[in-house]
């Protein structure tokens, strides 16, 4: 079943640079995720659109958000992530 994010910050995230263990969170993420407070920024492999839908395996990690729309802690990889290239 593909997954379908409840972030608006799902569909615009991207990974620059899949299979890094680590992706570079960069000032706008920092300011969209004000925008969207208590919950996630998505990062999707690139071989998928992100306005779609989106497999659980295609899901790179995530950064969580608290409450006050500020980054919680460091980059969550998904185990389950598949790269796709």
Known sequence: MPFRALSRLFRRIRSP?????DPKLTDE??????????????????SFDPDG???FDAIVGYWP?????????????N???????
């Open 29 to 46: 993420l920092r300011a969209q995720a004000k925008l969207d407070p208590n919950s996630n920024i998505y990062v999707i492999d690139p």
């Open 17 to 21: 640079i899949v299979g890094t263990a």
């Open 65 to 77: 958000i608290n409450g006050e729309g500020e980054i919680r802690s460091e980059f969550i990889p």
């Open 53 to 55: 839908d989106v497999p």
């Open 79 to 85: 185990p389950a992530y598949i790269r796709r290239f």
